[in-house]
């Protein structure tokens, strides 16, 4: 089966930190970017951060820069989202995304088709 598996979300007191994974099972990650997403509750799902198939290319939405890094791990088929400095209105429910083309996070409808998605995980920021 294909698929997309995330761990490592969970409390975090605000200013703390949590990495995120994102593990493929049943495909290779290689030749696709894995993208980042969250959903808050009664939010719509936004953009975190994307990563080119081949590493060289990031992209982070505003609110994320300077405080998290995604990189990936093509031998453990497996991308990561350091989050540092976290604060309460980062709680969400994570997502990551895979596919093949444009390392973009403006919207989420990019990967509504041709793309795999995890189940998410949920980070809870709050003291």
């Known amino acids: 089966q294909l698929q997309l598996v995330e761990s490592g979300g969970g409390l975090v007191q605000p200013g703390g930190s949590l990495r995120l994974s994102c593990a493929a099972s049943?495909?290779?990650?290689?030749?696709?970017?894995i993208a980042w997403f969250r959903q808050a509750p009664g939010k719509e799902r936004e953009g975190v951060s994307c990563?080119?198939?081949?590493?060289?290319?990031?992209n982070y939405a505003d609110s994320v820069k300077g405080r998290f890094t995604i990189s990936r791990d093509n031998a453990k088929n497996t991308v990561y989202l350091q989050m540092n400095s976290l604060k309460p209105e980062d709680t969400a429910v994570y997502y990551c995304?895979?596919?093949?083309?444009?390392?973009?996070?403006?919207?989420?409808?990019?990967?509504?088709?041709?793309?795999?998605w995890g189940q998410g995980t949920q980070v809870t920021v709050s003291s």
């Open positions: 990563i080119s198939s081949s590493g060289g290319g990031t």
């Open positions: 049943g495909f290779t990650l290689d030749g696709y970017l």
């Open positions: 995304a895979a596919r093949r083309g444009l390392c973009t996070i403006s919207s989420a409808n990019y990967y509504l088709t041709r793309a795999y």
